[in-house]
Structure formats: structure tokens, C-alpha cells
């Protein structure tokens, strides 16, 4: 049964990356969040990167003091950012994968190479209270490994698919979203939560959303760069009405 209200966490830290092109306070990514939420976006993700490239620590600071909605702490697995999580308790961390060289995250968290120390790794996230969420890519594998070290949420990287779509690669498109389609469900089935995320935008964004078994979608990059030319409220309203459209038709199949 599809769940009919689909979370949407808007990913702020792009704004943060043009802030930090000149240095100084502007444009704001406490602004944006807060612009967000009004826009009708169920939660804020920001990614703290160990080279602090876009997001700051002071960013995180004033994220928790100002939201009313939960902030989704996104973070590679090392001690130092563990702490900051303990530190500041947010409502969900998710864990990623990081390389200093990668201009995003792409790739997915090899939760089954690591799967002890990943384990160890969460478990005082979790006492802390915080909902733990990992980044995989749509692999059996992934998901089993995910679900045995404890984790209450997996997010689907849903980068692939998008490449595939923009690039025009239709049939590479098309198995990467039955590949996302069987995973959800899959997850869903061993009783995790599941998300996605990660290049979507107006035009991928129905298919992942129409999935019954995702409950969250976190989407960033497309919505700042469309915030420039229809402002960020109208943006993210118009990626609400994308979702629930693909929603409604999904219920209504
Ligand atoms: N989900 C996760 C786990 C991410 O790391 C990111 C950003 O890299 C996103 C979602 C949002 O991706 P995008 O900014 O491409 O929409």
C-alpha cells in the first residue's frame, strides 16, 4: 500500500557553495532553510564534508537552532564527524561515502566490505537517538549488509539513473529504475525504511516518487541551480507537485 504523503528533504548545501566562492555571508543557507520549509519541504539535508567545501560547522550549528523541521546530518563515516553528530544529536544522520577528489558523492557506501566497523560506527548514533540512514547503491548486497549492522533507513543512490536519463541512454535508464524499483521493495521487506536521492530532478523525479515503498526523497543540486530562475519557494513547490502527482497516479493504479 503506497504510504500517500512522500517526504521531501531539501538538500541546502549548494547554497553554501556559492556563499563560499566569495567568502562572507551571502547567500545564506539558514535563509534558504527556512525558505524550505515554508515551500512545504518535510526536512533540511546538509552534508558536512570533511574538507568543509560547502556546509560549515557553523552552518550545522544554526541549522539546529532555527528548524522547525528535522535536519537530515549527512556524513562520512570517521570519528571526527561522529562526534559532531553525539554533539549535536540531529533527527537522522546519513552515512556516505567521501573522497576529497570527487566533486560529489558518486558513488554509493560499500557497506558490505566494512561491515564491522560500519556496525560499531553506528550504534552510538543510535543510542544517541538518531534515526541512522545509509547510502547505498541499488545492490542486494548493499541492502542485506545495511539492514544487518543496524541501520533503520537505507537511501537508494539514485545518481545513475539521472546520469543515464540526461545523457539520453534510455535503456541504461530504464534498468537502473527497475533496478531502484526491485531494491525498494526489497529493503521494504526486511522492515528498512527507504529513501532516495541524488540527481533528481523535475523530469526523474516521478518514477523514483511513484515507488509505494520510498518514503523520503532528497533532492539539492537541481533545486538550488532552478532556484535561479524561478526563485527557491516556486521551485521546491513545483518539485512538491511533482511528487504528489506521481504519488496520487501510483495510489490510483
Ligand atoms: N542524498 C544524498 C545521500 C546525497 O549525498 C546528496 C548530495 O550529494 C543528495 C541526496 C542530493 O543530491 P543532489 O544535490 O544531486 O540532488
Do not use: W
Amino acid at each position: 500500500m503506497t504510504e500517500p504523503h512522500l517526504r521531501l528533504g531539501v538538500n541546502i548545501d549548494h547554497v553554501a557553495t556559492v556563499r563560499n566562492a566569495r567568502g562572507g555571508a551571502y547567500p545564506d543557507p539558514l535563509r534558504a532553510a527556512r525558505l524550505a520549509e515554508e515551500a512545504g519541504a518535510d526536512g533540511i539535508t546538509a552534508h558536512l564534508r570533511e574538507d568543509r567545501r560547502h556546509i560549515s560547522d557553523a552552518d550545522i550549528e544554526g541549522l539546529m537552532g532555527v528548524l522547525s523541521v528535522p535536519l537530515n546530518f549527512e556524513m562520512a563515516a570517521t570519528e571526527e564527524m561522529q562526534a559532531i553528530a553525539l554533539r549535536h544529536r540531529p533527527h537522522a544522520v546519513c552515512i556516505v561515502p567521501e573522497r576529497r577528489e570527487e566533486r560529489t558523492t558518486e558513488g554509493g557506501l560499500e557497506v558490505a566490505r566494512e561491515e564491522n566497523r560500519l556496525a560499531h560506527f553506528i550504534a552510538p548514533l543510535r543510542e544517541a537517538g538518531c534515526r541512522v540512514s545509509i547510502f547505498i547503491a541499488a545492490e542486494p548486497a548493499q541492502v542485506e549488509a545495511a539492514n544487518r549492522i543496524g541501520a533503520q533507513v537505507i537511501e537508494l543512490h539514485t545518481g545513475a539513473y539521472c546520469d543515464a536519463h540526461a545523457e539520453g541512454r534510455f535503456s541504461e535508464r530504464d534498468a537502473e529504475l527497475g533496478r531502484l524499483r526491485e531494491m525498494s521493495a526489497f529493503a521494504h521487506s526486511l522492515g528498512l525504511e527507504v529513501h532516495a536521492g541524488h540527481g533528481l530532478t523535475y523530469e526523474t523525479t516521478g518514477p523514483v516518487a511513484a515507488f509505494p515503498e520510498v518514503r523520503e526523497l532528497n533532492i539539492g543540486h537541481f533545486l538550488i541551480g532552478e532556484a535561479i530562475f524561478r526563485g527557491l519557494k516556486p521551485a521546491i513547490e513545483e518539485m512538491r507537485r511533482v511528487m504528489d502527482e506521481a504519488r496520487l497516479q501510483e495510489g490510483a493504479a
